[in-house]
């Protein structure tokens, strides 16, 4: 009896995995990793591209890296490298960082069609929406960090009271990190729209809770953004909270 108990567990255990598609036993699995690999690859072929035009235009790109510290009224001239290979490190890193934000039009549709198959209710058409969506608002959100960290730089150094050195490398681990903190974060609005048709989230939340959501919002804000000043606090929290109304009318069911 364990033997037939044993082997009736082992059939239905099959059958689940085979009705959810997941099938270790044969060429299935070995099937989709090669897939995967493949697209990996292709990604980091495309960002190798980028790489390489990024890099031998890196004059542009440095003078677009450091208009944040031009607004905010200081020099390139005041930036130095502490080690000899501190400039050779932060140009490939500066090159790398804007090569993948570059790239991430192409890399988010060649990994996005990966996992299609695991949104089964999705349509083709909604399906490259969601991507549109999420590739425009990771630009937007780049787009306001740009903006704001003139304001962050100059209320940071606002607290020195004697004379200070800019450290290369700080400088622009400050300006990549904040603005992938900011294109993540203005993945928001999408997700919670992707919640709510789903039905993991009620609309009724929102709707309902509209204050409690701003302040929400606005303590997030204070978390995500590099300086405590209204002004770069305000200029985060208000494009945000707006996309988050404008998902939530969108979400109306038809």
Request: charged residues 15%; without cysteine.
């Amino acid at each position: 009896s364990n033997k037939k108990s044993h082997r009736w567990w082992n059939n239905r255990t099959k059958m689940d995995l085979v009705r959810r598609g997941i099938i270790l036993n044969n060429k299935n699995f070995f099937e989709h990793f090669k897939e995967l690999n493949y697209r990996i690859i292709s990604s980091l072929l495309i960002v190798t591209i980028f790489f390489t035009i990024v890099y031998t235009n890196y004059s542009s790109i440095y003078e677009l890296l450091t208009t944040p510290l031009l607004n905010a009224g200081y020099t390139t001239d005041e930036l130095f490298a502490f080690t000899i290979y501190e400039g050779f490190q932060v140009k490939v890193l500066n090159t790398f960082f804007v090569s993948v934000a570059l790239s991430l039009p192409i890399v988010i549709f060649i990994i996005g069609y990966f996992f299609k198959p695991a949104f089964e209710k999705l349509t083709h058409k909604l399906f490259i929406l969601y991507l549109l969506v999420f590739i425009t608002l990771f630009y937007l959100g780049i787009f306001a960090a740009y903006k704001t960290l003139p304001i962050g730089i100059n209320f940071l150094l606002s607290f020195n009271e004697s004379d200070f050195i800019l450290r290369t490398q700080n400088y622009f681990q400050l300006i990549s990190r904040i603005s992938i903190l900011f294109g993540i974060s203005f993945q928001t609005p999408l997700l919670i729209y992707f919640l709510i048709k789903r039905g993991i989230i009620s609309r009724k939340v929102f709707t309902n809770n509209r204050k409690e959501i701003f302040v929400g919002v606005l303590v997030f804000s204070a978390i995500i953004t590099p300086t405590g000043d209204p002004v770069t606090l305000f200029i985060f929290t208000i494009p945000l909270y707006v996309l988050i109304e404008l998902v939530v009318y969108l979400s109306k069911s038809k």
